[in-house]
């Protein structure tokens, strides 16, 4: 490889690399690792210790972004947004009055980073038994959904980014059973983004395809707005309450609806505030109702049903316990809290729903943290919150 003109030593540990006819200066083991992806493009990079993707950037003091891109697999990213749309609807953005246009040139700016492509993050076949154990000790009472996704996931792990899709799901069982929960925290364990669109307060299809440039308030749609501040092409939409929505399919979001669970439609779903479609096909989507008979039927043939069970008592105290950990591992050591088992089979044996029993919880240890308490006792979480009607009762 020829150097420049001018050289100077360099130091330990780095070498030349020529990017792009440009000689740049990148740590060894960066240079060595290009030479052999370029000998062998189909053998395994360095992935991810949880999802088995390939690594991202460098740490900044490395210096070598073109590297990075270089050795980034390309077939892990998909177009979601097409570059001549986008330039075409920023032209046309940019026309608008100064009000309108701060308001939709953000959004597109946004779904322009990396000319519009979106990377597929999935747990690969080496991470997918962990992350299956870890969901099954956090929910319980969610077995029989884990159970739906592991064959899907294992499906798609051996797929290209371009052929990755999951059937959307209508999770539904009791309130306060978690099922919103399981949603944002499935997100989480993924690596993804999400989304929450309340379906029983939704006004219209606009919650979903955005806003006409006619309204002074015009706005882009959820679907859009997340793929677009996202880095992945595969986050978690969540449509909340669709029970809500009724049988007579009269509401104006149910085609809206059905154009995102269909995947073709989905490829081109359109965002009217934006004037432009978009790749929603891999996102998935995630339906919750308390009464299935209630959602509307057009909805129930385009998603797998899962019926979410309330959790045994056995469950509950599970439950109770990831809870705890959650509100006081953050927490500073000198104001850190302890929960016996005791207080947590208080809790758990208590009658109500997931939701009071969290709600109970927080504002339980909230108020020993600013009392200067460490420890909870059953007194502190069993008679908080709302007063109780009837007698204590466990679970038959």
């Not at 956090?138 to 996704?149: H, K, R, T």
């Not at 539904?172 to 929450?196: H, I």
């Not at 439950?319 to 950990?325: N, T, V, W």
């Not at 009837?390 to 038959?396: A, K, L, S, T």
Request: hydrophobic share 40%; proline share 9%.
């Amino acid at each position: 490889m020829k150097r420049p003109a001018r050289t100077y030593p360099l130091p330990d540990g780095f070498a030349f690399y020529d990017y792009d006819k440009s000689p740049l200066i990148v740590p060894k083991p960066v240079a060595a690792e290009i030479a052999s992806q370029r000998a062998r493009d189909d053998e395994e990079e360095p992935c991810d210790p949880f999802t088995g993707e390939p690594l991202g950037p460098p740490a900044a003091e490395t210096q070598v972004p073109p590297v990075v891109a270089t050795v980034r697999r390309q077939r892990d990213r998909v177009p979601v947004f097409a570059q001549e749309a986008l330039q075409e609807a920023m032209a046309q953005v940019s026309k608008l009055r100064r009000e309108d246009k701060a308001r939709l040139l953000p959004p597109l700016e946004m779904a322009a980073r990396d000319g519009g492509m979106r990377q597929v993050r999935r747990p690969s076949p080496r991470t997918l038994p962990g992350l299956l154990a870890s969901l099954t000790r956090d929910f319980p009472n969610f077995g029989a959904v884990i159970e739906a996704l592991a064959p899907e996931w294992a499906l798609q792990a051996g797929q290209t980014a371009a052929g990755f899709r999951l059937s959307p799901l209508l999770l539904y069982g009791a309130p306060g059973v978690g099922k919103t929960f399981f949603a944002s925290r499935l997100a989480g364990r993924l690596g993804v983004d999400w989304e929450q669109i309340s379906a029983g307060t939704a006004q219209g299809a606009f919650e979903v395809t955005g806003t006409s440039r006619h309204w002074s308030t015009a706005n882009p749609g959820r679907v859009f707005s997340l793929l677009a501040r996202s880095r992945y092409a595969n986050s978690v939409l969540l449509i909340d309450e669709v029970d809500k929505l009724g049988q007579e399919q009269q509401s104006p979001i149910v085609p809206a609806l059905l154009d995102l669970l269909e995947e073709d439609s989905a490829r081109r779903l359109r965002d009217v505030a934006m004037d432009l479609t978009c790749d929603a096909s891999r996102l998935l989507v995630i339906l919750t109702a308390n009464d299935i008979e209630r959602v509307p039927a057009p909805l129930r043939s385009r998603v797998q049903e899962i019926a979410v069970a309330s959790p045994t008592r056995d469950e509950r105290l599970a439950i109770a316990m990831r809870l705890a950990d959650d509100l006081c591992r953050p927490l500073r050591k000198a104001a850190r809290v302890a929960i016996d088992r005791e207080t947590l089979e208080a809790l758990a044996s208590a009658p109500m729903d997931l939701r009071e029993l969290k709600r109970r919880l927080r504002r339980a240890v909230g108020q020993a943290v600013l009392a200067g308490r460490r420890r909870l006792a059953p007194a502190d979480v069993g008679t908080m919150g709302r007063p109780e009607t009837r007698p204590r009762m466990g679970f038959v």
